[in-house]
């Protein structure tokens, strides 16, 4: 079965230091990985994805992230933080639905980040 | 384009009432999806949609109904509302090709069930 972990659920930096923000997932099949970002009260924002190609994904707002499919991990990244990156990021994996050409997006439990100046 | 629009943003329901939650996508995409999001959870699929017509369950389907008559509506129908069914609601959709795999989610419609 497919899920996600993502190993901690608060990670507090200052601002301007850099940030990971770690997830492992498992999954029997070929993956497509992503990061979301939900800043308070809105929704799902889409940061980057791994569908294919190079390990090293870059999104919005200069996180990047890199897949390894030795250790089944999607780490996020940031090399400096600033005050609006206090947010709420969910890293996912996009996996078929039985008997259907649609897919579900599994979603790991959440790492707060929080920005202190 | 608006992307995915959901309606209300906010609602109270008591025990035993229904409520229609409203999806709405104009990006005429095939596929649309309905997640819920318990407190420091991730989000569970509840239902989905390849297309108006055809809808299937997802996870977390009881107490839960769908249907999909245009492309663009993917009303979630709450029957005898239940305090379990206090959650953040959220509507997606997606294209119908190899970028299906990522999905576009609306702003979500916080419910609250007493």
């Given amino acids: 079965a497919q899920s996600v972990t993502q190993l901690d659920s608060q990670v507090p930096v200052f601002e301007e230091a850099p940030v990971e923000l770690r997830c492992n997932y498992s999954s029997s099949v070929s993956v497509y990985l992503f990061w979301y970002v939900q800043y308070p009260n809105q929704g799902l924002q889409l940061l980057l994805k791994y569908l294919s190609g190079s390990t090293l994904v870059k999104g919005i707002n200069g ?3 890199e897949f390894n499919k030795s250790q089944t991990s999607f780490h996020l990244r940031k090399p400096s933080v600033h005050i609006s990156d206090t947010a709420e990021y969910f890293c996912a994996v996009s996996v ?3 008997y259907s050409s649609a897919s579900k997006i599994i979603f ?9 100046p | 384009n608006a992307g ?4 209300p943003k906010f609602r109270i329901l008591k025990i035993g009432q229904s409520m229609t939650l409203q999806c709405t996508q104009d ?8 997640y819920r999001q318990d407190p420091g959870m991730g989000l569970k699929l509840i239902y989905y949609s390849v297309g108006a017509g055809i809808t299937d369950k997802g996870e977390v389907p009881n107490g839960y109904n769908v ?11 709450l029957e005898l509302a239940a305090p379990s069914q206090t959650s ?12 299906s795999y990522e999905q576009y989610f609306g702003p979500g419609t916080r419910l609250t069930v007493t």
């Fill in chain 1, 63 to 65: 996180f990047e992230a």
């Fill in chain 1, 96 to 98: 078929p639905l039985p």
């Fill in chain 1, 108 to 116: 790991g439990s959440g790492t707060r980040l929080s920005i202190r």
């Fill in chain 2, 4 to 7: 995915v629009t959901q309606t």
């Fill in chain 2, 27 to 34: 990006m005429n995409h095939n596929y649309m999806y309905w």
């Fill in chain 2, 67 to 77: 249907s999909r008559s245009t492309t663009e509506d993917f009303p979630l129908r």
């Fill in chain 2, 88 to 99: 953040v609601y959220f509507c997606a959709s997606s294209y119908r090709d190899a970028s």
